[in-house]
């Protein structure tokens, strides 16, 4: 069974460019995740889906970034523009969300990521 | 607020014995879930074993068990026979099973085996 694809691997940039980073889901799985992994900060949530609709967006860092999930497999990660500080690795993860109120694990599983480097 | 925390930035084990990652964790909901993820050098995030903080028995998932102490927030991974591909950070994570599916990681620990 494949698992969450993402691309491009690697990408490296010029400061003020547009970065788009992609990611299709594990089949089936109704939750997005989208975390960013830097040596300073640890493993962050950037924003999450369930049913290709956003939930929660606090971890995105500002106004340069935006995601969208226009089906239930394919989403963006887009940075626009581009800053230095940006250099991360971009994972994406997906999980079955179970029924609402359930108590079940929903794990997430990771895709290869995204290495960023802006420069 | 919900916090994990990993105190061993790095251990070393040799191969063939058993070595445990310590988590520690703090939450003040009723209902929530505490995973493990491997990350290798080749940078992918690996989910290991999963432990529900409603479950009895502490979980086990081949070499790989959890120690789970609830009243103590704890839930260190044990890695049994550790073979030189265990080598790799190792997560710790939480998440509420009430809400929000967002996880929680902490800092990791860098397991190095060696023959």
């Known amino acids: 069974d494949a698992g969450v694809i993402q691309s491009p691997r690697h990408e490296v940039t010029e400061m003020g460019q547009e970065v788009t980073l992609r990611c299709k889901p594990i089949s089936g799985h109704n939750s997005l995740f989208w975390y960013r992994q830097t040596m300073m900060r640890g493993l962050e949530l950037l924003i999450y889906f369930n049913n290709n609709v956003p939930i929660d967006d606090s971890g995105m860092p500002e106004d340069r970034f935006s995601a969208k999930m226009p089906n239930a497999s394919f989403s963006t990660l887009k940075i626009q523009p581009s800053e230095p500080r940006d250099s991360a690795v971009y994972f994406c993860?997906?999980?079955?969300?179970?029924?609402?109120?359930?108590?079940?694990?929903?794990?997430?599983?990771f895709g290869p990521g995204t290495r960023l480097t802006v420069l | 607020a919900q916090k994990i925390t990993q105190t061993q930035p790095g251990m070393f084990v040799q191969e063939k014995e058993a070595v445990t990652l310590d988590c520690t964790y703090d939450?003040?909901?009723?209902?929530?879930?505490l995973f493990w993820y491997k990350q290798p050098s080749s940078g992918e995030m690996i989910f290991l074993i999963y432990?529900?903080?409603?479950?009895?028995q502490n979980a086990t998932e081949g070499r790989y068990s959890l120690n789970f102490q609830k009243a103590r927030k704890s839930a260190n991974l044990v890695i049994s026979a550790s073979q030189l591909g265990d080598s790799a950070m190792y997560f710790c994570?939480?998440?509420?099973?009430?809400?929000?599916?967002?996880?929680?990681f902490g800092t990791g620990t860098r397991l190095q085996v060696f023959p």
């Open positions: 993860a997906s999980s079955l969300r179970a029924l609402a109120g359930g108590l079940g694990p929903d794990t997430q599983y």
């Open positions: 939450t003040s909901d009723q209902s929530y879930g």
């Open positions: 994570a939480m998440r509420n099973l009430r809400g929000t599916d967002k996880l929680i």
């Open positions: 432990q529900g903080s409603y479950d009895e």
